[in-house]
């Protein structure tokens, strides 16, 4: 159970962080 749970908050930290990176991306292309 332990294994699955920090599977998934990997997977939710891992979703989170590519997010931050795409809206960091479209906000540097908004600005040039």
């Known amino acids: 159970m332990n ?3 920090n ?3 990997s ?3 891992t ?3 590519a997010a931050t990176t ?3 991306a479209a ?3 908004r600005k040039w």
């Open 3 to 5: 294994r699955h749970s």
């Open 7 to 9: 599977t998934n908050e």
């Open 11 to 13: 997977a939710a930290a």
């Open 15 to 17: 979703t989170a962080t």
């Open 22 to 24: 795409t809206e960091l």
């Open 27 to 29: 906000a540097w292309r």
